[in-house]
């Protein structure tokens, strides 16, 4: 995941107390320049929708914040 997704989904994911447990792994510099990271999102089935339009809320944000 890129570095700035993840920051704009675990700020939402902790405001929002969204039931998501995120497990962040190792940081690598893709081919791009740009900062990815291994992450484990680890959530019950019954919350699978919310998180999925988390990560699009944050997915969302960060290219806005690139134009």
Known sequence: ?????L????EIVHEESIPVNVDIGSR???SNGDTQIDVLLEYGEPDED?????LTRA???AIEQWK
């Open 59 to 61: 997915i969302n944000v």
């Open 7 to 10: 920051s704009y989904f675990t």
């Open 28 to 30: 690598y510099v893709d």
């Open 1 to 5: 995941m890129h570095s700035k997704v």
């Open 50 to 54: 919310c998180v999925n339009e988390v």
